[in-house]
């Protein structure tokens, strides 16, 4: 079967296209000139469709030698906090969010209590935002109308922040512990980290996911180490370290800020008063599950808003599948 192509009329077009497709042909070139530097022989983790992936590694560093971390049989409270942010819908002005935290308590080894926060609603418009205290420029609020997801983790921000100041505000000894790293650019602490009330209060920041489990070479080390061990990266105001609670668990990355205690000691307090299967804190596991929403939850949200509100729900289509179409069986 012939194929033929259609005559244009005369046009700059094509030729204008033809020097795009020249300029992104000398990034590439750029590109591979660099990544002969930056990326040939490199550990890679592949994507997985946007999912948290782990890397295991074989080899092992044998200059690095991982520091024990030795239970401090000493009771004292181990807060954990994690939030979640959906949304919840729109109007042609702004958007409507639902954020909620919850707080794992553990003490002793064991997860004794939870609180739970929310959900609370927030809306986002050219008028500012209601539902929480915060203070954005015109500049931020533009971001936040703009885009769901930034709006999203701010609202999280600003809620888990609120939450962490207050535990950290306590006359009792007490180590909280935040999902994610201190240092995020875009973290909850992105501006300034909050000062403890007692002495001995510590904020720690556990991260699952971090480029410094992947261009370690000390991961390797730690995960072969037997018991719980540890290995600082960087000492500054923020103190960066890998850290494995148990002999078969993964090494996750920390961050300690306020800690009056040496390191080890620390740990080992938090060794002690939380539990850690695969290595991970109960108490901040636990705070994760109660934080997050449901379906369920969804629909009780909107039925509560529709009620409250005297909202009209508008029809809506699926706008990708319509647009698009399909090609090769999928959109």
Known sequence: MATTIRALP???TIELLDSVAQELR???EELAISAERELSGR???FS????????YFEEVDAAVVPGCIF???EGRLVASV???CVLVGETSDGALYAARAAVGISYEGMVRRFVRLGPVLVYVSRSGVTGIRAEVTS???DALISDHSVAERAIRNKIERRVIESLLSSRDEVVVMADGSLKHPFGQFSGSLPSPRARNNCLIGFSKSSNLILSEGAVGSLSRARGAVYHVLDEGPVITLLAKFCTDGLVFRLDLVNSKEEVPEML???LWNDAFPAGYPESLKLAHHLSVFTKADGEAIKALVTGRFRLRGVPTITLRRIALGGFNGGA
């Open 71 to 73: 239970p401090i049989k």
């Open 268 to 270: 080992g307090r938090v």
């Open 43 to 45: 550990h890679f983790i």
């Open 26 to 28: 000398q990034g590439y």
């Open 48 to 55: 997985r469709y946007g999912k948290e992936l782990y890397p």
């Open 82 to 84: 994690d939030s979640s």
């Open 139 to 141: 500049l931020e609020l």
């Open 10 to 12: 005369e046009s700059d």
